[in-house]
């Protein structure tokens, strides 16, 4: 009994909460109690089944339709107390546009570079630089469309490079460090390289070179050769100088060591310059300098000597050679220091003889020959000279006039040779002796007192030929010396000893 009352309890309770939580069954079960019928026992579990199966699944579903309900109502209003998060873009403190994801605004920039940036060496960016700021949605977002637009025009396209300090003087832009590379290599090469027989120990730069990545415009990168000729040549001497009495154009340029079209072109009106005047002087000079420690090994020729014998039996026209001369050779090997191509030191590093020289020997004659000169003369009297080579009052003097102070001195042969003229001669000399030598020198001999030798006779230098006279045009005793090289007459003075 006990049982069936705690039975019937419960199931008054549970059919209060389905009331509660489905309305629409208990409207259905009044229905139902309109419509009462009479059902026979047999029926009333049956019927009892049916009731609980369809209270089950409408309760269920009434369920799940307030479930979706409340929480798409609490999702309502968590977005209504909650805004959405969007990004400012930026550039350069100043708001483009507001998107939803920074992936809208970075594709049109990364398009933009690429089509821009389609086949250089080098990486695009832009100036300034674009950020991304989080912030609430207050407003609405910004089309893609004019993004794009103030986007761009709010920037400038320029590009990532590897930019050459060069001791605070200068800077060269380069696509990057390899190119960089390539241009400081060029540089070294262009005071190295084509140096046959020199052998570059090392090359570096004289002043302070700074190499770092930096955003520059795009028209300040340089290709390899424009970076290299910048550096080579890229700097510029500048020097005023003032023109002094006697300088003459060519004399200032090869002063300057620069070409006189050089000069004029930067000096249009110096033809008409007056001493005082100023002209400007501009040499291009290298931007960098390159200082190099070399080696090389230069090859010296030991030039032979020449020993000298004498044989009596030989006359002095006569040279033989008993040993042919040869040169020797050694190498020296020097250290060079060069300052942009110029030697500005070098030191020798040792010598090595790689061949002795070989002296020539050589026999001369000592015997005078009759009719053949030497070549060399002597005085043709002991005296002093009266009268020498050129004009007086009374002409052209032709010669040079020695005296002996005693008027009577012995007049001996210059050099060995033959007589080829002996006589009178009536246009000044007087008595004269000629004698020819054979080897294109003939010697004359005049105002004689008398002959000692005779026509076509073969004489030795210092034979006694004649004595000092005072015959033809002369004034007093003494001896009139001339001499001629190949028939013109020469001052003797100059082949005496």
């Not at 699944?57 to 998060?85: D, E, H």
């Not at 380069?174 to 020199?198: H, I």
């Not at 424009?226 to 700097?235: N, R």
């Not at 007192?449 to 033809?472: C, K, M």
Request: net charge negative.
């Amino acid at each position: 009994m006990i049982y069936n009352f705690l039975k019937e309890g419960f199931r008054q309770l549970r059919r209060a909460f389905d009331h509660i939580l489905s309305p629409e069954l208990a409207i259905m079960e009044r229905k139902l109690e309109k419509k009462r019928i009479a059902t026979p026992v047999w029926n009333q579990q049956k019927l009892t089944w049916q009731k609980m199966r369809y209270s089950y699944y409408a309760r269920q579903s009434r369920v799940t339709k307030t479930v979706v309900a409340v929480l798409l109502t609490s999702f309502l209003m968590i977005g209504a107390a909650f805004p959405r998060m969007v990004y400012q873009v930026m550039v350069d403190d100043q708001c483009i546009g507001t998107v939803r994801s920074t992936q809208t605004a970075q594709k049109i920039v990364d398009t933009y570079l690429a089509e821009k940036g389609e086949n250089l060496p080098y990486k695009l960016v832009l100036d300034p630089a674009v950020s991304y700021f989080p912030v609430r949605q207050t407003e609405s977002l910004t089309s893609v469309q004019q993004l794009q637009t103030d986007l761009l025009n709010a920037v400038t396209v320029k590009a990532q490079a590897s930019v050459i300090h060069i001791a605070d003087k200068a800077t060269v832009a380069l696509a990057g460090s390899a190119e960089v590379n390539q241009v400081l290599d060029n540089v070294k090469l262009f005071y190295t390289g084509n140096r046959p027989g020199l052998e570059t120990l090392q090359a570096q730069f004289s002043e302070e070179l700074v190499v770092r990545r930096e955003v520059v415009d795009l028209d300040q990168i340089k290709t390899i050769e424009e970076a290299t000729s910048i550096m080579v040549s890229g700097s510029e001497r500048r020097e005023v100088v003032t023109i002094a009495a006697g300088d003459t154009l060519w004399d200032i340029a090869m002063s300057q060591s620069i070409s006189m079209d050089e000069l004029l072109e930067k000096n249009p009106n110096a033809a008409s310059l007056q001493p005082g005047d100023q002209l400007v002087i501009t040499q291009a000079e290298p931007l960098v300098g390159v200082v190099t420690n070399e080696t090389t090994r230069e090859e010296i020729v030991i030039p032979y000597e020449t020993e000298t014998r004498y044989s009596d039996t030989m006359y002095v026209t006569e040279v033989q050679e008993l040993v042919s001369g040869q040169n020797g050779f050694k190498v020296e090997e020097f250290a060079i220091t060069r300052q942009n191509g110029e030697e500005v030191s070098r030191a020798s590093l040792g010598i090595s003889v790689l061949q002795e020289p070989v002296n020539r020997v050589i026999v001369k004659g000592t015997q005078l020959p009759y009719g053949v000169g030497t070549g060399t003369f002597i005085w043709p009297m002991y005296g002093n000279v009266t009268a020498w080579w050129g004009w007086y009052e009374y002409g052209y003097h032709r010669g040079i006039d020695i005296a002996s102070g005693y008027s009577r001195g012995t007049v001996m042969a210059a050099d060995s040779g033959v007589v080829v003229g002996i006589g009178y001669d009536y246009f000044g000399l007087g008595n004269y002796i000629a004698i020819d030598h054979n080897n294109g020198y003939i010697t004359k001999y005049a105002h004689l007192s008398s002959f000692l030798v005779s026509y076509g006779q073969a004489v030795r230098q210092g034979d006694a030929i004649g004595i000092e006279g005072n015959t033809g045009y002369s004034f007093g005793n003494h001896l009139h010396f001339e001499l001629l090289v190949n028939g013109t007459r020469v001052n003797p003075y100059y082949y005496l000893p």
